[in-house]
């Protein structure tokens, strides 16, 4: 049973800052692109961020320079270092991740970690 756990949420007060971690766990073959995503209450779930196996990067354009994202493949782990947080990116924040079992890619999910900005 293949699972991504997240860690790493909490309350921050405007300008700080938050990492988080999303560790992939059980038995698979490997991991392709890994990502963050984040729903806010009433709006749909946005890509946050995405980071290939090999390191590429891409970001939305309302994080760029703020957040970055990164990852251990030695751990299986993500993260996502959320710098100079706005009360905007508050939401519910969802590790996504295209991971091979046997010799099927498969897409999981997180169960989400809460992220709030206090003005």
């Known amino acids: 049973q293949v699972q991504l756990v997240e860690s790493g949420g909490g309350l921050v007060q405007a300008g700080g800052s938050l990492r988080l971690s999303c560790a992939a766990s059980?038995?698979?073959?490997?991991?392709?692109?890994m990502a963050w995503y984040r729903q806010a209450p009433g709006k749909q779930r946005e890509l946050v961020a995405t980071?290939?196996?090999?390191?590429?990067?891409n970001y939305a354009d309302s994080v760029k320079g703020r957040f970055t994202i990164s990852r251990d493949n030695a751990k299986n782990t993500v993260y996502l270092q959320m710098n100079s947080l706005k009360p905007e990116d508050a939401a519910v924040y969802y590790c996504?991740?295209?991971?091979?079992?046997?010799?099927?890619?498969?897409?999981?999910w997180g169960q989400g970690t809460q992220v709030t900005v206090s003005s």
């Open positions: 996504n991740a295209d991971i091979i079992v046997r010799i099927l890619g498969r897409e999981y």
């Open positions: 059980g038995s698979f073959s490997g991991i392709k692109t």
């Open positions: 980071i290939t196996n090999s390191g590429s990067t």
